[in-house]
């Protein structure tokens, strides 16, 4: 097999020009992935800034203004301009060759939706230069964000590169729903969808249910601005809830548009390296779709603190709580998989068991802020900020690097080396639970989030200082990641095609596949073909 | 199992006009959330909605608006250039239509800025009014492709550029209802 990357080695990828007119949907996945890299490497470093910040009481390394500016684009990148990109990258470059297909259905438009991402991120960084970022947190709820208090032109770039960006986006998860609901294999019915494929599809449809919501809401945002408008402006009637609930409404759905194509990465990994078939692949698959539905009916449980009233209150609360249903049911879907498995420990699998112990920690806090009493005492608190990071960096990045190792052989052609590998996942985990755990009792003391600093006889100084040393130790991990991945392209061991002994139809391609995909697909008769070519004694029954 | 292999497909969905449906219900959930906004502004705008809406005026640029969702279906079924251009001509004469009423409303001083009314009356007629403008662009581009290639245009893209027009037209119904219907009625 070729030794170099043919999506480097080929023409169309050998130039920038080249890159610029691709509409090969694994080049195009590799843009999306560099983007995601990139933003995800900016918002890290906003992180950093912010945890110096806060490593000692009374620290003035930045001025509030900037704090404020800080915490707002790492957020708005990290939710919808680093790790979207991220998931929908691979799930450009996987899902074609996953259900057997040449492309996906409208190569052209795959362009336009991520060169219209880009171009949103790039609007919203470039306030930092045109005047200040948004300060107005990541969901900058009116009347903060309005003309008024927020006077700077940073909030509207915020509107008009989330605006763009989320156009993006939406051609994207219409392309990638149309593809997998149209061009599988001959014989790869739906109920035989690889589980990545499943959640992408669910995550598809989660894209075009909520993201136009927040294109309603940053409308109403531009016009009250702009326009001179009052939507949210209460002293002419306008109401500032209605904001708050239009952005949850896309909100929540977005936390799942995050974690669903992670819990499709992991649900491909495990069964592979435990040697079996997934435990109740149809439990998984329908869990997905329960959580899809159950994700646009608990969007107020973020507003319990605003004073809603006693039936919406108590409605929110049961439905946060139902959605732990169908995610738990995919917790003993994995580990069922693993139990009575031949195990193998390589760093897909550490990544995607990492990813279940620390999802199962931010999943349980979720449900405890489900509780509304809870709720109303930690709202606004760190131990917010830490039950997100351990579902969206403990869950959703763990499962993205779990992904990273498993399919990195099949993009480029060569394994990543596994001793950095190790290195990196332990530094990971020792730093994601250094950096957010101290969070869940600091925000327990009353240690609001977004805060700039705090007196010394608080006594959080301590804990904040071990939160800053873990959040290098990320930054230490991240490091050891970009340096495997650089050695293993000059220099990595040649992966061939089928480098893991797995089971679905992008491993009996070349690695890296060529522009084609596929020059013979086998016969897909059960959810693992790869597998069934391999073993004809032991075929799957259908 | 197998039986169930060997059973000739059923004519497979057309990938465009798939895309265009879910293109459709994204598009659908974003006036969803106007249309909300706009309910949940009513009470304080009704009296001035009552004082300045003009419904018999626009009533009537409404019936052409929908007279053209029959007009494109013919124009669709017979791949007919001219029953297109009958289509344009009742989207523009709506537009122009929605173009006087705002002036009207200019001239008594309402506008985006002016009161809660005006930010939401003319958020979700204005979203509208240009989504009937990207219709009308999209069958002029239909029009005019039609007449120059000449091996025309395939059955799909009429079928595409027709759902998208019927769109635009019941969207109107819901808009016209809620802001027209529901401050008179």
Redesign the interface.
């Known amino acids: 097999m070729s030794a170099v990357p043919l999506w480097v080695a080929r023409p169309a990828g050998a130039s920038a020009a080249g890159w610029l007119r691709t509409v090969d949907h694994k080049e195009i996945g590799v843009l999306y992935i560099g983007m995601g890299v990139a933003l995800f490497a900016l918002g890290g470093i906003e992180s950093l800034v912010m945890r110096a910040q806060l490593a000692t009481p009374n620290a003035r390394l930045v001025d509030p203004e900037l704090y404020d500016q800080l915490f707002t684009v790492h957020g708005v990148t990290m939710m919808l301009l680093a790790v979207v990109p991220l998931l929908v990258g691979f799930a450009n470059y996987l899902v074609p060759l996953m259900i057997g297909a040449p492309d996906v ?2 190569p052209r438009l795959n362009a336009l939706s991520f060169w219209l991402s880009l171009v949103g991120a790039i609007v919203v960084y470039f306030s930092w230069i045109a005047g200040g970022a948004p300060d107005a947190g990541w969901f900058s709820y009116p009347p903060l964000a309005e003309r008024a208090f927020a006077p700077g032109p940073g909030v509207d770039y915020y509107i008009l590169g989330l605006a763009v960006n989320g156009a993006g986006t ?1 051609i994207g ?3 990638l ?2 593809t997998i ?3 599988r294999a001959p ?1 790869l019915r739906i109920s035989r969808l690889p589980l990545f494929v499943w959640m992408t599809l669910v995550t598809s449809f989660l894209i ?6 927040l ?3 940053l ?2 945002l531009f ?2 601005r702009q ?5 949210f ?1 209460p002293t ?4 500032p809830l ?1 904001w708050q ?2 952005f949850w ?1 896309f909100g929540h759905p977005e936390v799942y548009i995050l974690v669903l194509p992670a819990m499709g990465m992991v649900s491909e990994v495990i069964p592979v390296f435990s040697g079996k078939p997934i435990f109740g692949y149809r439990f998984v698959a329908a869990s997905s779709v329960a959580i899809g539905f159950l994700s646009f009916s608990v969007w107020a449980h973020h507003m319990f603190a605003v004073g809603l009233n006693e039936f919406e209150t108590l409605l929110f609360s049961v439905t946060s709580m139902l959605i732990a249903i169908p995610t738990g049911v995919k917790i003993f879907n994995w580990t069922a998989t693993m139990i009575g498995g031949r195990i193998r420990l390589l760093t897909p699998m550490l990544f995607a068991i990492g990813f279940i112990a620390m999802f199962v920690i931010g999943g349980l806090t979720g449900v405890s802020l489900a509780v509304v009493p809870l709720d109303l005492q930690t709202t606004d608190t760190y131990y917010v900020v830490g039950h997100l990071h351990y579902v969206l960096f403990g869950g959703t990045m763990l499962g993205v690097f779990a992904g990273a190792y498993y399919w990195f052989p099949k993009m480029t052609g060569r394994l990543l080396s596994e001793r950095l590998g190790r290195w990196h996942f332990w530094t990971a985990f020792v730093g994601l639970n250094l950096t957010f755990l101290p969070m869940h009792w600091l925000g327990v003391q009353g240690m609001a989030r977004r805060m700039w600093t705090y007196a010394a006889d608080t006594g959080w100084g301590p804990w904040n200082f071990v939160e800053t040393a873990g959040a290098f130790v990320l930054a230490v991990s991240m490091a050891i990641f970009a340096l495997n991945v650089v050695r293993s392209l000059r220099g990595g061991a040649i992966a061939g095609d089928d480098p893991w002994d797995a089971f679905t139809l992008e491993w009996t391609t070349t690695s890296p596949p060529p522009p084609e995909n596929f020059r013979t697909l086998p016969a897909v008769t059960s959810r693992r073909p790869l597998w069934d070519r391999k073993h004809p004694e032991m075929r799957d029954a ?1 | 199992m197998i039986a169930r292999e060997a059973r000739p497909a059923a004519p497979a969905l057309d990938r465009t006009i798939l895309g265009m449906f879910l293109f459709i219900a994204s598009e659908a959930i974003f006036f969803l959330s106007v249309v909300v906004a706009y309910l949940a502004s009513r009470e304080p705008g009704l009296a001035d909605a009552r004082a300045n809406l003009d419904l018999g005026r626009t009533a009537i640029f409404s019936v052409a608006l929908f007279s053209s969702s029959a007009t494109v279906a013919v124009a669709n079924a017979r791949r007919d250039v001219r029953w297109l251009g009958a289509t344009m001509l009742l989207g523009a004469i709506f537009l122009v239509g929605q173009g006087s009423e705002y002036a009207r409303l200019a001239t008594i001083g309402i506008g985006p800025s002016s009161a809660l009314f005006g930010t939401t009356f003319f958020t979700l007629t204005g979203l509208h009014g240009a989504h009937v403008l990207v219709g009308l662009i999209a069958l002029a581009a239909l029009a005019a492709a039609t007449t120059r290639r000449t091996r025309g245009v395939g059955p799909i893209t009429w079928e595409a550029v027709s759902l998208y027009w019927h769109f635009v037209d019941a969207v109107w119904v819901v808009v016209f209802s809620v802001v027209y219907l529901g401050t008179f009625l």
Do not use: E, R
């Open positions: 259905a409208y939406i998860a219409i392309n729903a149309v609901l149209l061009m014989g075009l249910g909520a993201y136009p919501a294109s309603g809401g409308v109403m016009v009250d326009l001179g408008g009052h939507f402006d002419a009637g306008g109401q209605l609930h239009v409404f259908s």
